[in-house]
């Protein structure tokens, strides 16, 4: 089994940025998609942004504000937040996909507010 591991988020103010680690305790080559989903209060789990081979997707309300990378030699993939909207408020999940099984994070919180 395969742990999934966030780090980075917490409470910033509206028009700041923060980023979002994802580190696997598992070689990070064996997976082919990794992405970023968020919940928000009362919300369904809705896709921020995947890398795969096929290259990069972002939800339609982050485009141009969030980037996804994958740092292949940290074994670790990142999302970095910039201009940030109380609407980005939630729960971050980082989720990992190997030609076999899904994997998930426990989730970290990102809050944004004045």
């Known amino acids: 089994q395969v742990q999934l591991v966030e780090s980075g988020g917490g409470l910033v103010q509206p028009g700041g940025s923060l980023t979002l680690s994802c580190v696997p305790d598992?070689?990070?080559?064996?997976?082919?998609?990794m992405a970023w989903y968020r919940q928000a209060p009362g919300s369904k789990r809705e896709l921020v942004a995947r890398i795969s081979q096929s290259g990069t997707t972002y939800g339609d309300s982050v485009k141009g504000r969030f980037t996804i990378s994958r740092d292949t030699p940290k074994n670790t993939f990142y999302l970095q937040m910039e201009i940030l909207e109380a609407e980005d408020t939630g729960v971050y999940y980082c989720?990992?996909?190997?030609?076999?099984?899904?994997?998930w994070g426990q989730g970290t919180q990102v809050t944004v507010s004045s």
């Open positions: 989720n990992a996909v190997t030609w076999r099984k899904e994997y």
């Open positions: 598992g070689d990070i080559s064996m997976f082919h998609t």
